[in-house]
């Protein structure tokens, strides 16, 4: 189970309040001579220890923040520690980089040993201008106004008000009026803040077109490539996936909305009919209540491996999990891993669908990545570029599907939701590459207009949707679906790594039905790696390619087409 990291380098009971209260450890990091391996190694372990506080103190505030969005004071705490005492970590931080790629340093540094920590130091440090810390500072702080103003939506049905997330699970209904009037509700609930988010996210490309020219790049995209550390692959392949999947996937998903439409006998399929059941059945029940929720999920990961399920129910009795939908909750899900304990966070937004159930077995999967790469010696380890943490999750979507049984005792049920998901993987990866262009576009073009935003968007529609499926005089809906996507406003282009490792999950979930206990065994092995060898070298480790070609794509793909028609 998880062991709390040791202090032997800051008090134990300090409390931080300000910058100041840390400021004599970054002095003395700063100060301290570095002369053998020894000492460079133990300065290393010294800033992670440190790095590993900062890292859970405000994790700590962006969790109670988002679980109340109500509570000013909560934010207050989380916006401080933005604005006055991460700035001043940003200038120190630099400096500490410049310290240890110092020449006479790196002749004692094991280069093999320390390559990812070391690419990652230079390229903070190429990165790096002083006068985007307080625009880094700004921006983070915008970036949390759209869980803010999203957390407050809610319709009024039947006498009731429901978050938008409660208000979906009419979706399933079997009554097309119901289904067909709470998309309405839904919609024009969105419409409303519809400007505000357009307003918002001009805001954000300003200050981010800003911060990518003082760093030296034309525009942003090129800029945040850098920092999310794509060293593995390049603007062309992901070029090359969008290409990719509109040619192999995207025809996919039309098979499958024409066997929905013709199964369901309509003259037109319409978007408020594809969450229903084909045969008109009442939606999944897969569990009563969030307590049900969580001990169903620990048992289908303790039937995969005993330490799985261990791990939730550690995390269920510390109080670790924030599961439910309610009022004044940010939207969204995220597992958020805290350094210092050990201890990953789960925040999300169930409503008693079986989405909620995928949910937890993705957030859990990333848990179980924390878990597994805790015993790393630096954090810098434990903080994984997010082509390998969404491999962890959406493989563990995957791997545990032979033990829904405990989410579904009917035969019948079970293939629906086995069934049910894997059309959802199908549908996520023209949505990942719809997303990811998308942004290619927003920041490639700077100056352009919300309309041109908007118009350009509609044009993905057509690339990347379903051309089985009736939009006709939904067009303002269509038109503003991009603003659901919160990555597109708090986290730039982080969506492609979606994508990326659901092929690899599906590759590992298709070599698990050949060889269980050897696929079993390499996935975890790659997980325990944390972020110490390059992503393709994880990828091999848990025995799949990192690939994103046409001919790869259509080969996982037939393998699901496969898996959907014994499910039939």
């Not at 079997?174 to 289904?179: E, G």
């Not at 490639?444 to 057509?462: A, F, G, I, V």
Request: hydrophobic letters at 40%; aromatic letters at 12%.
């Amino acid at each position: 189970m998880a062991t709390k990291l040791k202090r032997n380098f800051i008090e134990a009971d300090i409390i931080i309040d300000s910058y100041s209260d840390i400021k004599p450890y970054f002095d003395e990091l700063l100060e301290r001579p570095l002369i053998s391996s020894k000492t460079v190694w133990q300065w290393l372990l010294d800033r992670s220890e440190l790095e590993s506080i900062l890292n859970e103190e405000l994790g700590w505030r962006y969790i109670r923040m988002n679980c109340n969005t109500s509570d000013e004071h909560l934010a207050h705490r989380f916006e401080t520690f933005i604005s006055e005492i991460e700035p001043k970590i940003a200038i120190v931080s630099n400096q500490l980089d410049t310290k240890f790629l110092a020449p006479d340093v790196m002749r004692m540094v094991d280069k093999s040993k320390l390559f990812t920590v070391v690419r990652e130091i230079k390229k903070e440090l190429e990165l790096f201008r002083e006068e985007n810390v307080p625009l880094d500072a700004e921006l983070q702080l915008k970036e949390q106004e759209y869980g803010l103003i999203a957390s407050k939506m809610s319709v009024h049905y039947k006498k009731e008000e429901l978050t938008l997330q409660r208000a979906a699970n009419f979706l399933k209904e079997t009554d097309q009026a119901v289904r067909e009037e709470v998309y309405r509700l839904i919609q024009n609930r969105r419409m409303q803040d519809s400007e505000v988010f357009q307003s918002l996210l001009t805001e954000q490309i300003k200050l981010r077109q800003t911060i990518s020219k003082n760093a030296g790049f034309t525009n942003y995209r090129d800029y945040k490539f850098k920092a999310l550390g794509r060293f593995d692959y390049t603007f062309d392949h992901c070029q090359r996936f969008h290409n990719s999947v509109a040619k192999v996937v995207v025809p996919l998903v039309d098979e499958v909305n024409l066997m929905r439409k013709q199964k369901m006998n309509l003259k037109n399929l319409r978007p408020w009919d594809l969450e229903v059941d084909t045969d008109l059945l009442p939606p999944l029940k897969p569990f009563d209540k969030v307590d049900d929720l969580i001990r169903k999920t620990v048992l289908c990961f303790r039937d995969l491996e005993p330490e799985f399920g261990m791990y939730l129910n550690e995390m269920q009795k510390l109080g670790y999990l924030d599961l439910e939908s309610r009022k004044n909750k940010a939207p969204g899900g995220f597992n958020y891993p805290l350094h210092e304990s050990n201890v990953p966070f789960i925040f999300m937004n169930a409503t008693g669908n079986f989405d909620d159930v995928v949910t937890l077995l993705h957030e859990g999967g990333h848990a179980i990545h924390a878990y597994l790469a805790a015993p790393l010696e630096l954090v810098a380890f434990k903080e994984v570029p997010s082509e390998i943490a969404e491999l962890a999750s959406m493989t563990m979507e995957l791997i545990t599907m032979d033990h829904w049984h405990h989410f579904f005792t009917n035969e019948q049920e079970l293939k629906r939701a086995k069934r049910k998901h894997l059309q959802s993987l199908l549908n996520t990866l023209p949505s990942v590459a719809k997303v990811d262009k998308f942004q290619h576009f927003l920041y490639e073009n700077p100056t352009h207009s919300p309309e041109e935003r908007n118009d350009y968007w509609m044009k993905l529609e057509q690339e990347f949707g379903s051309k089985v499926v009736d939009f006709s005089g939904l067009e303002k809906y269509r038109a503003n679906q991009w603003q659901r996507y919160l990555h597109i406003f708090e986290v730039p282009f982080y969506y492609i790594e979606y994508g990326i490792a659901q092929l690899g999950a599906i590759a590992i979930w298709k070599n698990f039905k050949q060889d269980k206990l050897t696929t079993l065994k390499q996935f975890k092995t790659a997980l325990k790696m944390g972020y110490t060898s390059p992503l393709p070298d994880t990828y091999k480790a848990a025995g799949i390619k990192f690939d994103f070609s046409e001919e790869y794509i259509r080969e996982l793909m037939d393998f699901v087409k496969e898996e959907l028609e014994q499910l039939q």
